[in-house]
């Protein structure tokens, strides 16, 4: 669930809005802090029945592709670490 503030505070740490052509995976992507050339993957969702599909592999290669460090933090029982 998002906070009440992350689309308030959304414009000055945007750095980018991937989505996959059905619009069912997307990602979002921030600046860090005080480094112009670090990023953080914020957000990776897939709709569920997408989940394993094609275009979800695409936008992930697409991310490694674009950024030669992302950074990503998650809980330790989120189920797509494995992937």
């Given at each position: 669930m998002l906070s009440n503030d992350?689309?308030?505070e959304m414009p000055s740490r945007l750095h980018a809005i991937y989505l996959t052509e059905d619009l069912k995976s997307c990602a979002i992507v921030f600046n860090v802090p005080d480094s112009p050339t670090l990023f953080y993957l914020d957000k990776f969702a897939?709709?569920?029945?997408?989940?394993?599909?094609?275009?979800t592999e695409v936008l992930?290669?697409?991310?490694?592709h674009d950024?030669?460090?992302l950074f990503w933090r998650s809980r330790h029982n989120n189920?797509?670490?494995?992937w």
């Open positions: 992350y689309w308030h897939v709709s569920k029945g997408e989940r394993g599909n094609f275009n992930w290669q697409q991310l490694k950024y030669d460090q189920v797509i670490n494995s």
